[in-house]
């Protein structure tokens, strides 16, 4: 009961809320791809719960396999460990009926606390900033076409382009002249 009511309020609260900092340029904050969810109950709402629940944990569990490569032996995590982790969250394209909802979420996760999750269940992690040859970015759309032409010099790649954000691939060492426009951006 208490966990309905914890993931009852953490679904409200963060459907009241627009998040502008969303994209801001945080050191350990890890974004993930946006989430497609359809889901169905009793009544929107708990339709809605349920959707984002379902979501955070697909989030969680794609960004510890696919983007910090730890996929051996996971125990099965409780919804309050992983909302803990949660930095904020992002809902778009948001529609719904009597009984149905259907979103696209973008989750970010503090990783700092993700490390220490992952330590307090003997999986050694330490948080750390990665040093692949390319990094995925995002930023706002209106940022993208004010400055398209600096970024046109850093030869950034776009990889998808919506009208609330682009996301970018750049590569490593041109990430310091990046940060000299002064665009807001996120890690992916």
Same mark, same amino acid.
């Given at each position: 009961?208490?966990?309905?009511?914890?993931?009852? /309020?953490?679904?409200?609260?963060?459907?009241?809320?627009?998040?502008?900092?969303?994209?801001?340029? %945080?050191?350990?904050?890890?974004?993930?791809?946006?989430?497609?969810?359809?889901?169905?109950?009793?009544?929107?709402?708990?339709?809605?719960?349920?959707?984002?629940?379902?979501?955070?944990?697909?989030?969680f569990s794609d960004l510890l396999k696919n983007r910090l490569e730890i996929s051996d032996?996971?125990?099965?995590?409780?919804?309050?460990?992983?909302?803990? /982790?949660?930095?904020?969250?992002?809902?778009?394209? %948001?529609k719904h009926s009597e009984s149905t909802y259907i979103c696209e979420v973008i989750y970010?996760?503090?990783?700092?606390?993700?490390?220490?999750?992952?330590?307090?269940?003997?999986?050694?992690?330490?948080?750390?900033? %990665?040093?692949?040859?390319?990094?995925?970015?995002?930023i706002y759309t209106d940022d993208f076409i004010k400055n398209s032409d600096k970024l046109?010099?850093?030869?950034?790649?776009?990889?998808?382009?919506?009208?609330?954000?682009?996301?970018?691939?750049?590569?490593?060492?041109?990430?310091? %002249?990046?940060?000299?426009?002064?665009?807001?951006?996120?890690?992916?």
């Amino acid at each position: 009961m208490k966990n309905s009511v914890f993931i009852f /309020c953490f679904v409200f609260v963060f459907s009241l809320i627009k998040f502008d900092s969303t994209f801001a340029d %945080e050191n350990g904050i890890l974004a993930t791809d946006s989430i497609e969810i359809k889901q169905q109950s009793k009544n929107s709402l708990l339709a809605k719960e349920q959707a984002l629940s379902i979501a955070m944990r697909r989030a969680f569990s794609d960004l510890l396999k696919n983007r910090l490569e730890i996929s051996d032996n996971l125990p099965a995590f409780s919804e309050k460990e992983i909302s803990d /982790c949660v930095y904020d969250c992002s809902i778009e394209h %948001e529609k719904h009926s009597e009984s149905t909802y259907i979103c696209e979420v973008i989750y970010r996760f503090d990783e700092n606390k993700i490390s220490s999750l992952l330590n307090k269940h003997g999986i050694l992690y330490k948080a750390e900033k %990665e040093t692949v040859s390319n990094l995925r970015i995002a930023i706002y759309t209106d940022d993208f076409i004010k400055n398209s032409d600096k970024l046109n010099k850093l030869n950034c790649a776009v990889e998808k382009f919506s009208s609330e954000r682009v996301i970018l691939t750049i590569k490593n060492q041109d990430i310091e %002249e990046f940060k000299k426009l002064g665009i807001r951006y996120v890690q992916m």
